[in-house]
T-cell receptor
Framework: ETGVTQSPTHLIKTRGQQVTLRCSSQ?????VSWYQQALGQGPQFIFQ???????GRGNFPPRFSGLQFPNYSSELNVNALELDDSALYLC?????????????FGPGTRLTVL | AQSVAQPEDQVNVAEGNPLTVKCTYS??????LFWYVQYPNRGLQFLLK??????LVKGSYGFEAEFNKSQTSFHLKKPSALVSDSALYFC???????????FGSGTRLSIRP
């Protein structure tokens, strides 16, 4: 069984640039959620994708967008980067959208915006 | 609105002693409650969850948690701490009908030999 993988591990960008982060879900999982974890804080829910459609969104502006592909892998895109976007971005996969299903997290991508 | 509070930033326990990491929640409707652990430079790992039924939930690595509806709490416990339990612990809550999961701010658990 393959776990959740994310790429890249680390990324440095400058203000105003755009970034794409990638996630491969655990084998058999069709739901992917993205989280932003700022230093010293808990993860904040960005959005969830199920069968290539957005299935819930947290309090993040539209410049945070995502995609899910037929193989259930996913991308998080952030446009017009701001300094406050510096954080660990976590991807989590689960089977289905039922709220009681636990999520399996990847190791994260650490984004630094200068 | 959903919210989770972890009132202690850090908990220090001697190896072999029991440990408790506190969590209280606020959610409308039936809550689904989770505990996750995060080791340095790693993603979160699932420990246990409460959905319904028995208020005492057993999870991975000898951890358990007790759901208390009247006190809206879901404290994480372990009878005998190990040094390897040292990590960052997150409590999380979901409404039964929602996709959004709310995490607490985390509690750093430090187990001294």
């Amino acid at each position: 069984e393959t776990g959740v993988t994310q790429s890249p591990t680390h990324l440095i960008k400058t203000r105003g640039q755009q970034v794409t982060l990638r996630c491969s879900s655990q084998s058999g999982h069709n739901t992917v959620s993205w989280y932003q974890q700022a230093l010293g804080q808990g993860p904040q829910f960005i959005f969830q994708y199920y069968r290539e459609e957005e299935n819930g969104r947290g309090n993040f502006p539209p410049r945070f967008s995502g995609l899910q592909f037929p193989n259930y892998s996913s991308e998080l895109n952030v446009n017009a980067l701001e300094l406050d976007d510096s954080a660990l971005y976590l991807c989590a996969s689960s089977l289905g959208t039922e709220s009681y299903n636990e999520q399996f997290f990847g190791p994260g991508t650490r984004l630094t915006v200068l | 609105a959903q919210s989770v509070a972890q009132p202690e930033d850090q908990v220090n326990v001697a190896e072999g002693n029991p440990l408790t990491v506190k969590c209280t929640y606020s959610v409308s409707g039936n809550p689904y409650l989770f505990w996750y652990v995060q080791y340095p430079n790693r993603g979160l790992q699932f420990l246990l969850k409460y959905i319904t039924g028995d208020n005492l939930v057993k999870g991975s690595y000898g951890f358990e948690a007790e759901f208390n509806k009247s006190q809206t709490s879901f404290h994480l416990k372990k009878p005998s701490a190990l040094v390897s339990d040292s990590a960052l612990y997150f409590c999380a809550v979901k409404r039964s009908s929602a996709s959004k999961i709310i995490f607490g701010s985390g509690t750093r658990l430090s187990i001294r030999p």
